[in-house]
């Protein structure tokens, strides 16, 4: 490897962690987080993130289980064919979703309440 190569691979990593680094410092926010949970883009429920809670969603197309917890929410299970959305990793920062596609339900953090 030629010594051009190593100084634009070494700038591009730079690079991509300030990237990274910027990303998180303006995503940190002192306003409390909430999960807003909504069918068919409508909006079902608001809970709060800092809250332990446990809620069934259920209608004519399935049901899914949402546990908050420990500051992270997570779908714990569900009836779907698929469970992606169970298998999907807690989420906790504002912008994070879980999708169940087949049941039409989205889990989000938001910031605030609204």
């Known amino acids: 490897m030629k010594k051009n190569e190593f100084v634009i691979i070494i ?3 730079a690079v991509s962690l300030i990237g990274i680094a910027a990303f998180y410092f303006f995503a940190a926010t002192d306003k409390p987080l909430s999960v807003r ?3 068919q883009g409508e909006v079902v429920a ?3 993130l800092s809250e332990d809670h446990t809620e069934t969603f259920t209608d004519t197309s399935g049901s899914n289980t949402l546990e908050i917890s420990g500051g992270t929410a ?4 569900a009836d779907c064919p698929d469970h992606i959305c169970v298998k999907t990793h807690p989420i906790s920062n504002p912008g994070e979703t879980i999708v169940c596609l087949p049941h039409k ?6 910031t605030g309440e609204s």
């Open 37 to 39: 949970v909504s069918r």
């Open 105 to 110: 339900l989205v889990v989000e953090v938001i």
């Open 74 to 77: 997570k779908i714990i299970e």
């Open 46 to 48: 608001v809970f709060p």
């Open 11 to 13: 700038g591009l990593l």
